[in-house]
């Protein structure tokens, strides 16, 4: 318990800072602690293979990626007071919305429903594959498809104002 907590804890404060930090490489830093630590947590509901998969796919695959985005298109840190006091206020109104509906999901959800326990055959590799390539291949690929499209349009917004590669070695 005292593992799940310090790992909950840890999780919670590092999405924070992914969301209020201003400079966008400590926060895709912040991000892979988020992610290594909700693969701990796969690790502690006995679910190795999903743990594995955090850490391969999302923290070593995707972040590298998004790593990659943030340095291709040499993003600056954003100045101190940026943004209109009417984005604040909508911000700050949305997070109330937000943890008013989180609040009452809560509420209503005590004791509602009983957890089922995970078994073996709930977390085996055989029922993953079958669900991911069967029941889910068509968002499985939309995802690839889009991941594809960020990365086009990075590259097309970085070499927007620069030059071409050819055009440096002439």
């Given amino acids: 318990m005292a593992v799940f907590a310090l790992f909950a804890f840890l999780a919670v404060a590092s999405a924070m800072v992914v969301v209020t930090h201003r400079n966008p490489v400590y926060s895709v830093m912040s991000l892979v602690v988020t992610l290594i630590s909700l693969a701990v947590m796969f690790v502690l509901l006995g679910a190795p293979f999903l743990a594995a998969l955090q850490v391969l796919v999302y923290t070593g695959a995707i972040l590298v990626l998004f790593?990659?985005?943030?340095?291709?298109?040499?993003?600056?840190?954003?100045?101190?007071g940026g943004g209109h006091k009417?984005?604040?206020?909508?911000?700050?109104?949305?997070?109330?919305?937000?943890a008013g509906l989180l609040a009452t999901?809560?509420?209503?959800?005590?004791?509602?429903?009983?957890?089922?326990p995970l078994d073996a055959e709930a977390?085996?590799?055989?029922?993953?594959a079958r669900h991911l390539f069967s029941t889910y291949l068509?968002?499985?690929?939309?995802?690839?498809?889009?991941?594809?499209?960020?990365?086009?349009a990075a590259t097309a917004l970085a070499r927007r104002g620069g030059t071409s590669v050819g055009e440096d070695e002439a």
């Fill in 67 to 80: 790593l990659f985005v943030i340095m291709l298109l040499n993003i600056e840190r954003e100045a101190p």
């Fill in 138 to 152: 068509l968002p499985f690929e939309i995802v690839g498809v889009l991941l594809l499209a960020a990365v086009i």
């Fill in 123 to 128: 977390v085996a590799l055989v029922p993953l």
């Fill in 105 to 116: 999901w809560f509420v209503a959800a005590q004791g509602a429903v009983e957890p089922v």
């Fill in 86 to 98: 009417l984005q604040k206020l909508g911000a700050a109104l949305a997070a109330l919305v937000f």
